[in-house]
Structure formats: structure tokens, C-alpha cells
């Protein structure tokens, strides 16, 4: 119950495509949802964070949007550059304690 | 503002020498600190985190562990490296209203 499941495991995309990545949650007390992103060599660092009261979140070419009552999260990431190119990790938590659960990992690849 | 700082960045150890990587917090007090690894190519893996001083609670059953002897200061250390201890090594931080994790650089760490 504590797990957040992402997928896929990898992505590629052509430059200008819009990938998506998803994750799913059963722990219905979780009340924070962000996204890392994380390029070789460096720690991950938050790209977007979304609370359940909302249903999508956008800052520049990043989305999250958000389905409570199927409890599922996604990434989308619009007009996608080779520069996006990283792993993506969604995360879950409950605001009590700030331990975030993570998901596993998306490795993107957008092509020129 | 808050930064965290995490050294060395990379190190070569040879198996059965002893390990102390080092991470501090600025610009915030009572922070909760981790320590994650990330094999390659793979997902994060918590370690140990503290809530306070002297406060450590370990995932993961290995022969490592962590001390915090001072509220901004986290230490990771092993007795004894394995060639199995090789892998990224990450500190974070979060508390008060910084709810997201904010990591460190990392330290890569092979056992030779």
C-alpha cells in the first residue's frame, strides 16, 4: 500500500512529441505528488509538485495532471527538446512526515 | 536561502577500508536529512534518515550506518567497504515548508 507504481521504464520521443509518464498509488492518505528530475552524474532535483485538492498543475512546458479517484498521476511534458532527456521520478507523501515514497524511474530520451 | 552540501564528489576505496562521506545543511535548522543510493541505471534506495540529533533510523539491514552529531551535519560511514557498497550516494534534506527533497551533488563511490 505504501508503493508508487511508475511506468513505462524508459521513453523515447521524437523532438516536439509530448511524453507521458504515469504513475499509480494505493495509499489514499497521500497528499503530495512531485516529479524529479534527474540527468546523469547529479542529484535529482523537483521539476513540479501537485496536492490532490487540484486535478492539473502546469509550470512552463510540464504538466502533472491528476486523477483522485483513479489514483493516478502523470508527467507530461510539452513541445519536448533533447535537453529534457533525463530519468523522471514521481514521488508520493503524506504531509505528516515528509518521507516521500518514489517511483522507480523513467529514463527519457527525446530524439533530435 | 538553504544549500546543501555533499563531498567528496567521487571516490575509489578498496574493499575492506573504511568509508565517511559528509553532508551538511545552511540557511535552515532542525531539517530532516537522508541518505539514498542509486545503483546504476536504477531507481532510489533510502538508506538511513533522521528526523533530529542523535535520531537515525535505517531502511535497509547492511554494513553501513549513518550519525548526526550536529542538527545540519549527516554522516554516512562504514567500518568495512564490500564491492556491493559501490553506487551513488545521495544526501537530502527537507522540513518546515520545503516539503520537496532538495539533494545534494552526490558522491560516486567504487570499490575496488
Known amino acids: 500500500q505504501q508503493q508508487v507504481k511508475q511506468s513505462p521504464q524508459s521513453l523515447i520521443v521524437q523532438k516536439g512529441g509530448i511524453p507521458i509518464i504515469n504513475c499509480a498509488y494505493e495509499?489514499?492518505?497521500?497528499?503530495?505528488f512531485p516529479w524529479y528530475q534527474q540527468f546523469p552524474g547529479k542529484g535529482p532535483a523537483l521539476l513540479i509538485a501537485?496536492?490532490?485538492d487540484v486535478s492539473e498543475k502546469k509550470e512552463g512546458r510540464f504538466t502533472i495532471s491528476f486523477n483522485k479517484s483513479a489514483k493516478q498521476f502523470s508527467l507530461h511534458i510539452m513541445d519536448s527538446q533533447p535537453g529534457d532527456s533525463a530519468t523522471y521520478f514521481c514521488?508520493?507523501?503524506?504531509?505528516?512526515?515528509?518521507?516521500?515514497?518514489w517511483g522507480a524511474g523513467t529514463k527519457l530520451i527525446i530524439k533530435p | 536561502s538553504q544549500t546543501i552540501h555533499q563531498w567528496p564528489a567521487t571516490l575509489v576505496q578498496p574493499v575492506g577500508s573504511p568509508l565517511s562521506l559528509e553532508c551538511t545543511v545552511e540557511?535552515?535548522?532542525?531539517?530532516?536529512l537522508y541518505w539514498y543510493r542509486q545503483a546504476a541505471g536504477r531507481g532510489l534506495q533510502l538508506l538511513f534518515y533522521s528526523v533530529g540529533i542523535g535520531q537515525i533510523s535505517s531502511e535497509v539491514p547492511q554494513n553501513l550506518s549513518a550519525s548526526r552529531p550536529q542538527d545540519r551535519q549527516f554522516i554516512l560511514s562504514s567500518k568495512k567497504l564490500l564491492l556491493s557498497d559501490s553506487g551513488f550516494y545521495l544526501c537530502?534534506?527537507?522540513?518546515?515548508?520545503?516539503?520537496?527533497?532538495?539533494f545534494g551533488s552526490g558522491t560516486r563511490l567504487t570499490v575496488v
Open positions: 495509499n489514499t492518505a497521500f497528499d503530495y
Open positions: 537530502a534534506w527537507t522540513g518546515g515548508s520545503n516539503y520537496g527533497y532538495t
Open positions: 540557511g535552515t535548522s532542525n531539517p530532516n
Open positions: 501537485i496536492r490532490p
Open positions: 514521488a508520493a507523501s503524506t504531509g505528516s512526515n515528509y518521507q516521500l515514497i
